[in-house]
């Protein structure tokens, strides 16, 4: 299933870099400004801000991937 990888940088308290990813059907958000409008109100959500810990969300610094089909690994 195609979807959209949406990455926004994240800081610590102590300065420490970090990342957090949403993804995104793209049957549901078929645009790259779809998705990354829906991310920039996610970031904001409660549970966003509890899985970083707290962590400074930058989404002026977001970045949109487009996957074609998720990723079938086995370990």
């Given at each position: 299933m195609a979807h959209w990888e949406i990455k926004i940088p994240t800081v610590t308290a102590d300065q420490r870099p970090g990342v957090q990813v949403f993804t995104y059907p793209a049957e549901r958000w078929p645009m790259e400004s779809q998705a990354r409008s829906q991310a920039r109100q996610d970031v904001d959500s409660a549970d966003a801000i509890r899985h970083?810990?707290?962590?400074?969300?930058?989404?002026?610094?977001?970045r949109a991937i487009w996957h074609e089909t998720y990723?079938?690994?086995?370990?």
């Open positions: 970083r810990r707290g962590a400074i969300a930058r989404p002026e610094a977001i990723e079938n690994r086995e370990f």
